[in-house]
């Protein structure tokens, strides 16, 4: 009887588990677990272009859920990361890329900081040749000399004797 | 020697000016790589009649306009009344998108705010939007007679925008 009791509860328990469970809004997985990696691989390197500051992976926006059950369908299909890329860019633009391609109209972003640091180091070494120049490099007379080491010579013998 | 004293100057002028440009773009607005392309084809459900389909194939020989929209976009229930405007001229037909929308909900607004579209498709799971880029609604854009998207502009059309860029555009494409 008691063993009855206890079972029902337990019954009831799980099932009130299992309803404040499904209560929560699940994102839907994939069946596949390799699917699902490749999805999160590609949608890393993607903006959601909704919020913008977030990767398509990581945004809980409509369209970014529209955009990973497309992209899930596109990798089902047996697509290439590089179709599956074309697809987005062709709709979205290299916007949607975190990873902007090296073209014309990028060559700066791409290349401008090495334009900025190669113009820090050329000025940097500018500056110090100058400076290095700037400081008058003489050099000592033979008179000068003799009294250094006269002056050396004395203080050497001076502690000695002490 | 005094012109050293302008390099700072001229390196701060020319970093104002940068940011000047970057600071008065909007940074919503994305150029769409769609535009001088074919509209992409589709064929789904007509909004009013679930039978009937629509298919922008249809609509080759006229400029043509497609207006992206749903129910439970305020910004859309914003723009209506300016298209309700554009109707009226008869410049060109207005094709809505219903985008992620319930039927019901759709058919309630149009009823309460007027109906400026030749008819409506019903784009229920997005995937028509997906092809056309929509990333925000409303999205309208500007199709030629050949199919050629020429121009797309997302958020509410304003009248100021209605003077200065559709209603030349559609002279010009006429």
């Known amino acids: ?162 | 020697m005094k012109a050293k004293f302008l390099i700072p100057l001229i390196l701060f002028v020319i970093l104002v000016g940068f940011l000047a440009v970057g600071l008065n773009r909007d940074p919503q607005e994305i150029p769409s790589p769609l535009i001088g392309k074919q509209a992409p084809a589709f064929e789904i459900p007509q909004l009013a009649d679930p039978q009937k389909t629509f298919s922008p194939a249809s609509m080759k020989g006229r400029p043509w306009i497609l207006n992206v929209w749903a129910s439970w976009c305020v910004a859309c229930r914003e723009e209506h009344p300016v298209l309700v405007e554009l109707g009226k001229l008869q410049l060109a037909p207005i094709i809505g998108l219903d985008y992620k929308d319930k039927r019901d909900d759709a058919m309630t607004m149009l009823a309460r705010q007027g109906n400026p579209y030749l008819l409506s498709a019903f784009d229920a799971n997005g995937r028509v939007g997906i092809d056309y880029g929509v990333y925000g609604v409303p999205e309208t854009y500007v199709i030629d007679k050949t199919g050629v998207i020429r121009f797309k502009h997302i958020g509410p059309i304003t009248m100021e925008l209605l003077r200065k860029k559709i209603i030349p555009l559609l002279d010009e494409l006429k």
Do not use: H
């Open chain 1, 1 to 162: 009887m008691l063993k009855k009791t206890l079972q029902s509860l337990l019954l009831t328990f799980i099932v009130l588990c299992s309803i404040s469970a499904s209560a929560k809004d699940a994102v839907p997985l994939a069946d596949d677990p390799v699917t699902e990696q490749r999805l999160i691989v590609i949608s890393e390197e993607m903006r959601c272009l909704v919020c913008q500051n977030e990767s398509l992976a990581g945004s809980r926006s409509d369209l970014a859920n529209d955009l990973r059950r497309e992209i899930r369908i596109l990798i089902n299909e047996g697509k290439t990361d590089e179709q599956i890329r074309n697809f987005m860019v062709e709709r979205y633009g290299d916007f949607v890329l975190y990873r902007p391609p090296v073209k014309p109209i990028t060559w700066l972003l791409w290349i401008g900081p090495f334009i900025i640091l190669l113009a820090g180091i050329i000025g940097l070494m500018v500056y110090l040749r100058r400076r290095n120049k700037a400081v008058p490099s003489t050099t000592l007379s033979e008179a000068d000399n003799r009294r250094i080491d006269e002056l050396l010579q004395d203080a050497k013998s001076s502690s000695i004797e002490k």
